[in-house]
């Protein structure tokens, strides 16, 4: 699967903002996807991932009740709403995909990956 990540920007304490991760081919629905940030000098870390049906959704603690994952299998997308956006939110978001059971938070399992899309929030 081929993944493209768009929609990141600049924005203001407290604004919002939605990623999108566009996958190319048929099998959208076999993958688990995840959204993940970096910042510089510091390790890819998880925000947020969605099951292959979309019926179960996790969070990392410091997204929780702000942002929300979700996916589109007629548009093969899987989306990051971000609301009430905080300067430690800046970095550069990925989106990435996983055939698996269980739920992962790990970036090295996840074999496939868009390139990053920056989001920088002001102060």
């Known amino acids: 699967v081929q993944l493209q990540a768009s929609g990141g920007g600049l924005v203001q304490a407290g604004g919002s903002l939605k990623l999108s991760c566009a996958a190319s081919?048929?099998?959208?629905?076999?993958?688990?996807m995840g959204w993940f940030r970096q910042v510089p000098g510091k390790e890819r870390e998880f925000v947020a991932g969605i099951s292959q049906s979309g019926g179960s959704k996790f969070y990392a603690d410091s997204v929780k009740g702000r942002f929300t994952i979700s996916r589109d299998f007629a548009e093969n997308t899987a989306n990051l709403q971000m609301n009430n956006l905080k300067p430690e939110d800046t970095a550069v978001y990925y989106c990435?995909?996983?055939?698996?059971?269980?739920?992962?938070?790990?970036?090295?399992?996840?074999?496939?990956w868009g390139q990053g899309t920056q989001v920088t929030v002001s102060s």
């Open positions: 081919g048929r099998t959208f629905s076999r993958y688990d």
């Open positions: 990435a995909a996983r055939v698996g059971i269980v739920r992962s938070t790990t970036p090295s399992e996840y074999p496939y």
